[in-house]
């Protein structure tokens, strides 16, 4: 196994490297391990380890109206931005993938647009163009921007989808009486279904935890959990939020395992 | 053959029309595929910030100037935001490099099954809220935070140090956050290096540090631009670690822009930083895609 | 009722097809009538156009202009799905997530065939391409061959106006290859579908076809029968495409034909005048010994260079005295062997005035 990919150096000269390797490893885990078990302590004073339990941060997340209602517009958001972000970008992915347009590059460039300007300017321009036709504030406004932002990720992944795909199988179903569109459902979409449901969750985290866009379009009765995180913290650090990441951690495991799980195929 | 030849003179245009018709629809229905995603980048990106541009153009008088932009170079506030905003995306990038290409190296070198487990220390703080992870830093860098803490409990310092709130605060928590989009696309190209030619490299007499420095860290370079480049530009427009973690102390060029426009209200000196901004991200994209011909973004489609 | 084409089958009329890769002209002005339920094949190198006719005949390229009618109707503006055409891909692009039932029965489904009508037709298709009871199987459990006579049985199942393959042998070992070229071929006599088969392969379209177009730089060079490609190719390619051959250069002047100072005595019709090549296949040349009469044959004199002895046969390679080099192929029989020439020797070579064919030089 060991000689698959690496040299004749022996895993004792290595061991630097391990050390080294494994410092980093515990850098990036450490912060969500350590949110995850505050968010248990029972004291309301940062102590690690806690010197004893308790459930209270999380029946405080729970028992919170406005933390209740702002979760549920964040899942709201996030289930909706996943629906539109998948079908817009499914079907543009198979678009670009035929490759018979002229432009390919440039409308790949478009619609990967999201992911090299930065937040805060699509944050900022969102509020401003919203601000005129009143989608400020609104679900559909922010279901408008995170569809946005997560649409490369979908294109992305479904296109790596359509590209590991032998594109002769929809082509031999047209042939056999298959119109296009029904080609599609029953040969290809079955084979890369994989891909497009890592897409679509894909889609989820990313609404879910979007924060600068939220920051400047949402609020009132739509404010998403992360902007109302977002306001917690910069006031004071309460350990309800502890309980919350740790929840948001979670989900994350939760989805992308998912997501690998349906990555590996069958 | 001769069907052909009774058709010649005409044959060249036979049907011609009625192709053409064909390869129309053809597009359309691509088009139509298209459009929609398309529609939605274009009115909720390429519209606001082509607006945003257009009003940078103007003074608060509403007469056509480059007052907007002037002032980033009369006003000392301006001057050390930006200068604020490089020192911290040049000391977070370096600390990427430090930190990320032992990792992706030690990735690369290791067994597929065990790199499998070792990325997902990479892979799920990427996928974590970047709220999350800044809440969590603050926990263990403040005043009263776990670090102090222990640092005060087993004697080592009298006084608390000052980890957060302040320029190192910001620049441990967005090195945290900006890692893996190093490490990602480094350990991509690492895989990618062909054993057979460091194991030549060795055969031939050289020493394993030589074979890597002459051999690997050549080879290495292109994934490590790209990792350095994203990592760069995604630092100058960052917000939310220096906003929570800053403590008002640290004001990158993000916030200057949150603040000009929603504090001030001041939107054509917001637009003009954004557009530099915007100007500068693309400027380091392009070039890095022209001196590499790879595009940097290649990382979100890695994870 | 049997699973039959013949009543089915429809000829082909391809006229002026032009097809432009961005500016670059792919295939020019290209005709070609394929008769009911004949077997023809497109023989020719890579980039000689013939997968771009299969696939504008398929549906999947557009040509720039041109006119497809099968039995009477216009269909190069049809979409794929509407033509009613059977194919059969290289990589027999078999659906993996269905079975071998479903695989073939996927046509059916998409024309609305009753279930039970389905299942009888299946079966049928199965059994035609010798699968009987595998319809369960999964795809991927299934060896090449098997692979290759499901994508078969699902490309005629559906009774299509036109069986298409795109070289669909080619990922077969030789044996198996050769196997399954005469399956094909009875498959074919069996079923009398029209058949346009791609290949690059002159033996397997040799084997197979009723007739052949061979193909070059998309135009078809000529288009007859296996054997009278063989015996007379009219141009230089076709000669060297189908069959080995090596080329004589020849002069024709008033009506006779003269090799050097030699007049070559020729069956069929002699060009007027101009240069030109004589089409030398290696078993039509045979070796002459001093003195023999010739008969009706030319002789040619060269100098042996090597002899190759393969069993059966032998291969004497030869150069003529303007230094060409030509083969020449012949049995191993006694009289042969006692007579083998050795290298550096030496000899005549005859060939019979019936086997004289001339193509333009180019």
Same mark, same amino acid.
């Given at each position: 196994?060991s000689m698959?990919?690496?040299?004749?150096?022996?895993?004792?000269?290595r061991?630097?490297?391990?050390a080294l390797?494994g @410092?980093v490893?515990?850098? #990036? !885990?450490? +912060?969500?391990?350590? *949110?995850?078990i505050m968010? $248990?302590?029972?004291?309301s004073?940062?102590q690690?380890?806690?010197r004893e339990?308790?459930?209270r941060?999380?029946e405080?997340?729970?028992?919170s109206?406005?933390w209740?209602d702002a979760t549920?517009?964040?899942v709201?958001?996030?289930?909706?931005?996943?629906i539109?972000?998948?079908?817009?970008?499914?079907?543009?992915?198979?678009?670009?993938?035929?490759r018979?347009?002229r432009?390919?590059?440039?409308i790949?460039? @478009?619609?990967?647009a999201? #992911? !090299?300007i +930065?937040?805060?300017? *699509?944050?900022?321009?969102? $509020?401003?163009?919203y601000?005129r036709?009143?989608?400020?504030?609104?679900?559909t406004?922010?279901v408008?921007?995170?569809?946005?932002?997560?649409?490369?990720?979908v294109?992305?992944?479904?296109?790596?989808?359509?590209?590991?795909?032998?594109?002769?199988?929809?082509?031999?179903?047209?042939?056999?009486g298959?119109?296009?569109f029904?080609a599609?459902f029953?040969?290809?979409m079955?084979?890369i279904?994989f891909?497009?449901?890592?897409?679509?969750?894909?889609a989820?985290i990313?609404?879910?935890?979007?924060?600068?866009?939220?920051?400047?379009i949402?609020g009132?009765?739509?404010?998403?959990?992360t902007?109302?995180?977002f306001?917690?913290?910069?006031?004071?650090?309460?350990?309800?939020?502890?309980?919350?990441?740790?929840?948001?951690?979670?989900l994350?495991i939760?989805?992308?395992s998912?997501?690998?799980?349906?990555?590996?195929?069958r | 053959?001769?069907?052909a030849?009774l058709?010649?003179g005409a044959?060249?245009?036979?049907?011609?029309?009625a192709?053409?018709?064909?390869a129309?629809?053809?597009s359309?229905?691509?088009?139509a595929?298209l459009?929609?995603?398309?529609?939605?980048?274009?009115?909720?990106?390429?519209v606001?910030?082509?607006?945003?541009f257009?009003?940078?153009?103007?003074?608060?008088a509403?007469?056509l100037?480059a007052a907007?932009?002037?002032?980033f170079?009369e006003?000392?506030?301006y001057?050390?935001?930006?200068?604020?905003t490089f020192?911290?995306?040049f000391?977070?990038?370096?600390?990427?490099?430090?930190?990320g290409?032992?990792?992706?190296?030690?990735?690369?070198q290791?067994p597929?099954?065990?790199?499998?487990?070792?990325?997902i220390?990479?892979?799920?703080p990427f996928w974590?809220?970047?709220?999350?992870?800044?809440?969590?830093?603050?926990?263990?860098l403040q005043r009263?935070?776990?670090v102090?803490?222990w640092?005060?409990?087993?004697?080592?310092i009298?006084?608390p140090?000052?980890?957060?709130?302040?320029?190192?605060?910001?620049v441990i928590g967005m090195?945290?956050?900006?890692?893996?989009?190093l490490v990602?696309?480094?350990?991509?190209?690492m895989k990618?290096?062909?054993?057979?030619?460091?194991?030549?490299?060795?055969n031939?007499?050289a020493?394993?540090a030589?074979?890597?420095?002459?051999?690997f860290?050549?080879?290495?370079l292109?994934?490590?631009?790209?990792?350095v480049?994203?990592v760069?530009?995604l630092?100058?427009?960052?917000?939310?670690?220096?906003?929570l973690?800053?403590g008002?102390?640290?004001i990158?060029?993000?916030?200057r822009m949150?603040?000009?426009?929603?504090?001030?209200s001041?939107?054509?000196?917001?637009a003009a930083?954004g557009?530099?901004?915007?100007?500068?991200?693309?400027?380091?994209?392009?070039?890095?895609?022209?001196?590499?011909g790879a595009r940097?973004?290649?990382?979100?489609s890695?994870? | 009722?049997?699973l039959?084409?013949?009543?089915?089958?429809?000829?082909?009329?391809?006229?002026?097809i032009?097809?432009?890769f961005?500016?670059?002209?792919v295939l020019?002005?290209?005709?070609?009538?394929?008769a009911?339920g004949?077997f023809?094949t497109l023989l020719g190198?890579?980039?000689s156009?013939?997968?771009?006719?299969?696939?504008?005949?398929?549906?999947f390229v557009?040509?720039?202009?041109?006119s497809?009618?099968?039995?009477g109707?216009?269909?190069i503006?049809?979409?794929p799905h509407?033509?009613?055409i059977?194919?059969?891909?290289?990589?027999?692009?078999?659906f993996?997530?269905?079975?071998?039932?479903?695989?073939?029965?996927?046509?059916?489904?998409q024309r609305?065939?009753?279930?039970a009508?389905?299942?009888?037709?299946v079966?049928r298709?199965?059994?035609l391409?010798?699968?009987?009871?595998?319809g369960?199987?999964r795809?991927d459990q299934?060896?090449?061959?098997?692979?290759?006579r499901v994508a078969?049985?699902?490309?005629?199942?559906?009774?299509?106006r036109?069986?298409?393959?795109?070289?669909p042998?080619?990922?077969l070992?030789?044996?198996l290859?050769?196997?399954?070229?005469?399956?094909?071929r009875?498959?074919h006599?069996?079923?009398?579908?029209?058949?346009?088969?791609v290949?690059?392969d002159q033996?397997?379209?040799?084997?197979?076809s009723?007739?052949?177009?061979?193909m070059?730089a998309g135009?078809i060079?000529q288009i007859?029968?296996?054997?009278?490609?063989y015996?007379?190719?009219k141009?230089?390619f076709v000669?060297?495409?189908i069959?080995?051959?090596?080329?004589i250069?020849?002069?024709c002047r008033?009506?006779s034909?003269?090799?050097?100072?030699?007049?070559?005595?020729m069956?069929?019709?002699?060009?007027?005048?101009?240069?030109?090549?004589m089409v030398?296949?290696p078993e039509k040349?045979?070796?002459?010994?001093?003195?023999?009469?010739?008969g009706?044959?030319n002789?040619?004199?060269?100098?042996?260079?090597?002899?190759?002895?393969?069993?059966?046969?032998?291969i004497?390679?030869a150069t003529?005295?303007?230094?060409?080099?030509?083969a020449?192929?012949d049995y191993?029989r006694?009289d042969?062997?006692a007579?083998l020439?050795?290298p550096g020797?030496?000899v005549?070579?005859g060939?019979d005035?019936?086997d004289?064919?001339?193509v333009?030089?180019?």
């Amino acid at each position: 196994m060991s000689m698959e990919n690496s040299l004749p150096i022996s895993h004792r000269q290595r061991l630097w490297l391990y050390a080294l390797g494994g @410092l980093v490893m515990l850098f #990036l !885990i450490a +912060p969500s391990v350590i *949110i995850v078990i505050m968010s $248990f302590s029972a004291s309301s004073l940062l102590q690690f380890p806690p010197r004893e339990w308790s459930l209270r941060w999380y029946e405080s997340y729970f028992g919170s109206l406005e933390w209740r209602d702002a979760t549920i517009v964040s899942v709201k958001v996030a289930v909706m931005t996943a629906i539109v972000a998948t079908l817009l970008g499914t079907a543009a992915a198979y678009a670009v993938n035929a490759r018979t347009l002229r432009l390919t590059g440039a409308i790949n460039a @478009l619609l990967t647009a999201s #992911l !090299i300007i +930065p937040v805060i300017l *699509i944050g900022i321009g969102t $509020f401003f163009l919203y601000a005129r036709v009143g989608l400020n504030n609104t679900l559909t406004g922010l279901v408008i921007a995170h569809t946005v932002q997560a649409l490369p990720l979908v294109v992305l992944t479904v296109l790596s989808g359509l590209r590991s795909y032998d594109m002769n199988q929809e082509m031999v179903a047209r042939s056999l009486g298959a119109g296009r569109f029904s080609a599609f459902f029953q040969v290809t979409m079955p084979q890369i279904r994989f891909s497009i449901v890592s897409g679509a969750l894909f889609a989820f985290i990313t609404s879910f935890d979007e924060v600068v866009v939220s920051l400047f379009i949402s609020g009132g009765e739509t404010t998403t959990l992360t902007r109302r995180m977002f306001n917690a913290l910069r006031d004071q650090i309460d350990p309800t939020i502890a309980a919350i990441s740790t929840c948001l951690i979670v989900l994350s495991i939760v989805l992308l395992s998912a997501a690998q799980l349906f990555g590996r195929g069958r | 053959m001769r069907s052909a030849r009774l058709h010649d003179g005409a044959g060249a245009t036979l049907n011609a029309d009625a192709l053409r018709a064909d390869a129309r629809r053809e597009s359309f229905g691509l088009l139509a595929l298209l459009s929609p995603g398309l529609l939605l980048v274009f009115a909720v990106i390429i519209v606001p910030i082509g607006w945003l541009f257009w009003l940078s153009l103007f003074d608060e008088a509403g007469q056509l100037s480059a007052a907007n932009y002037a002032r980033f170079f009369e006003q000392a506030s301006y001057i050390k935001t930006f200068v604020t905003t490089f020192k911290v995306a040049f000391t977070v990038t370096g600390a990427c490099i430090v930190l990320g290409y032992p990792l992706a190296y030690m990735l690369s070198q290791l067994p597929r099954r065990a790199a499998g487990v070792c990325l997902i220390f990479v892979i799920l703080p990427f996928w974590t809220s970047v709220l999350v992870r800044t809440y969590a830093w603050l926990v263990i860098l403040q005043r009263k935070g776990l670090v102090n803490t222990w640092l005060m409990d087993l004697g080592v310092i009298a006084q608390p140090l000052s980890l957060a709130n302040n320029f190192a605060g910001v620049v441990i928590g967005m090195t945290h956050i900006m890692l893996p989009f190093l490490v990602l696309p480094l350990y991509a190209s690492m895989k990618t290096i062909d054993v057979d030619c460091l194991r030549a490299g060795m055969n031939l007499g050289a020493s394993p540090a030589a074979t890597f420095r002459q051999i690997f860290l050549p080879l290495s370079l292109p994934g490590l631009a790209s990792g350095v480049v994203i990592v760069f530009v995604l630092c100058l427009g960052f917000f939310v670690t220096p906003a929570l973690m800053g403590g008002g102390k640290v004001i990158m060029w993000a916030m200057r822009m949150e603040q000009t426009t929603s504090l001030y209200s001041n939107w054509g000196a917001g637009a003009a930083l954004g557009v530099v901004l915007l100007a500068v991200t693309l400027a380091l994209l392009g070039l890095f895609q022209w001196l590499l011909g790879a595009r940097a973004t290649g990382v979100w489609s890695q994870r | 009722m049997l699973l039959s084409l013949a009543q089915t089958a429809l000829p082909i009329g391809i006229s002026g097809i032009e097809k432009r890769f961005g500016g670059v002209s792919v295939l020019h002005d290209l005709g070609l009538d394929v008769a009911a339920g004949e077997f023809l094949t497109l023989l020719g190198p890579s980039g000689s156009g013939k997968t771009t006719l299969l696939m504008i005949l398929a549906g999947f390229v557009r040509a720039n202009a041109g006119s497809i009618r099968v039995g009477g109707e216009e269909i190069i503006a049809m979409p794929p799905h509407r033509r009613n055409i059977g194919m059969v891909f290289q990589n027999y692009a078999l659906f993996p997530h269905m079975n071998v039932f479903h695989n073939i029965a996927f046509p059916l489904k998409q024309r609305r065939v009753p279930a039970a009508e389905t299942a009888e037709r299946v079966e049928r298709a199965l059994d035609l391409v010798q699968l009987k009871g595998l319809g369960e199987r999964r795809v991927d459990q299934l060896s090449g061959g098997q692979r290759q006579r499901v994508a078969l049985a699902r490309a005629v199942v559906f009774e299509p106006r036109i069986v298409l393959m795109d070289e669909p042998l080619s990922a077969l070992d030789k044996s198996l290859r050769e196997h399954m070229q005469i399956e094909l071929r009875n498959l074919h006599r069996r079923l009398g579908m029209t058949t346009v088969y791609v290949t690059h392969d002159q033996r397997e379209a040799i084997t197979m076809s009723d007739r052949i177009a061979v193909m070059n730089a998309g135009r078809i060079e000529q288009i007859d029968r296996p054997e009278v490609l063989y015996a007379s190719p009219k141009t230089r390619f076709v000669a060297g495409f189908i069959g080995d051959s090596s080329f004589i250069p020849v002069e024709c002047r008033n009506g006779s034909v003269w090799y050097e100072d030699r007049k070559i005595r020729m069956t069929a019709a002699a060009p007027s005048s101009g240069s030109h090549l004589m089409v030398a296949r290696p078993e039509k040349l045979r070796l002459v010994a001093d003195g023999e009469t010739a008969g009706k044959a030319n002789v040619i004199p060269a100098t042996v260079g090597d002899v190759i002895y393969q069993g059966d046969s032998f291969i004497c390679y030869a150069t003529l005295r303007d230094g060409r080099q030509v083969a020449l192929r012949d049995y191993c029989r006694s009289d042969v062997l006692a007579k083998l020439p050795r290298p550096g020797e030496p000899v005549n070579l005859g060939i019979d005035a019936d086997d004289v064919v001339l193509v333009a030089a180019d």
